[in-house]
């Protein structure tokens, strides 16, 4: 499996693009030239220079400096936005995919109801019931999409819970929780391994929205969604300030996406030459 990643040609530069991303967010302090909040109305919208390689936005902070550090709130939560909807979901579709009966019944009922309201009106919801606060828009986004991977995991568990090896735990005793994670999961892994690595993608655009609706991470924390909410009213004078971070989380999406592809060809039981 990760021999044909590695040979991935296209994998190995995303992996490489996203880990240079992650390690300039990590170590922002000492990569950033500048003071991310210093605020300096006289040098407000000026051009790119040796100390400010992007120019400054309409309160005369360093764009570069800004974007460096808007990796950390972007990256860091859509990684628990993911970490928390792959959690749940995974927890629910093995019950649901495992179990007969009432448990599975009241899985996907509840799946069902959640699934049959608009994901971002409910999000909004969601946000207006629980106020403005980054930790309202994960727990939405966790409550809202953990049924969408729930039915996804509960449709491979039910691929793999006939199979001769869990029938065979099954005839000499072996308790359900030993089965659940020992051989389902481990059975389920590669499809999980592709679905968290599409919704990092998926929860970076979405908490990028609100905050540029102004429902997520909010002034002066430097984030990606939130700067482009800042640059809106100067993008004709100073379109810098919009189309760097606006670049910056269409490259993001893209590689996370691309990666996602390559797991999936590189995990498709199909491809694997016995």
Known sequence: ????????????????????????????????????YENDILNKFAPYSLQFPLGTDHLGRCILSRMIYGIRPTLFLSLVTMIGTIGLGTILGLLAGY??????????????????????????????????????????NVLIKWAWYARMIRTNVMKYRDRNFVLYSRCIGTGERFILARH??????????????????????NISTLSFLGLGVQAPIPEWGAMLNEAKNVMTTNPIQMIAPGVAIVVVVAAFNLLGDALRDALDPKEVQI
Request: proline share 6%; charged share 15%; with cysteine.
């Open 184 to 205: 389902l999961l481990p059975s389920i892994a590669s499809e999980m391994a592709v679905l968290a690595t599409l919704d990092i993608g998926w929860a970076i655009l």
């Open 1 to 36: 499996m990760w021999k044909r990643l590695f040979q991935n040609k296209m994998a190995l530069i995303m992996m490489c693009l996203l880990g240079i991303v992650a390690l300039l967010g990590i170590f922002a302090p000492l990569v950033a030239p500048n003071d991310p």
């Open 99 to 140: 179990f007969r009966g009432p448990v599975e019944e009241i899985i996907m009922r509840s799946v069902d109801v959640m699934m049959s309201f608009p994901s971002q009106i409910m999000v909004f919801a969601v946000v207006a019931l629980l106020g403005i606060d980054v930790r309202n828009v994960i727990m939405a």
